[in-house]
């Protein structure tokens, strides 16, 4: 019954920031939460991940640049890109896990809709 609904994307220049958000209708059940993107050709990669204990795993391509994070309160988790580059233009999708994720998963249980995100050179 877990729903998952991503906004935020959008299009921005090269360096530019954006803040995905992810809103868990039906948080029953949810271990841990994610973010994951698939561009045009491209094979879906994850981007990043948090535990219930809020343990964080980060692809190599965005550390340092991307954050994420979550609010219980209001079954939310956000994703905080910036120093956007044009490479990190995809559909990005939120995604649930009701087992701990032990990095980045590809096998998650729930999937959102995907929002998308565009940056311009």
């Known amino acids: 019954q877990v729903q998952l609904v991503e906004s935020g994307g959008g299009s921005v220049q090269a360096g530019g920031s954006l803040r995905l958000s992810c809103v868990a209708y039906?948080?029953?059940?949810?271990?841990?939460m994610g973010w994951f993107r698939q561009a045009p050709g491209k094979e879906r990669e994850g981007v990043a991940t948090i535990e219930l204990d809020g343990t964080t795993t980060y692809a190599d391509s965005v550390k340092g640049r991307f954050t994420i994070s979550k609010d219980n309160a209001k079954n939310t988790q956000y994703l905080q890109m910036n120093s956007l580059k044009p490479e990190d233009t995809a559909m990005y999708y939120c995604?649930?896990?009701?087992?701990?994720?032990?990095?980045?998963?590809?096998?998650?249980?729930?999937w959102g809709k995907g929002t998308l995100v565009t940056i311009s050179s």
């Open positions: 039906g948080y029953w059940g949810i271990s841990c």
């Open positions: 995604a649930a896990n009701y087992d701990y994720c032990h990095g980045i998963p590809y096998n998650m249980n729930v």
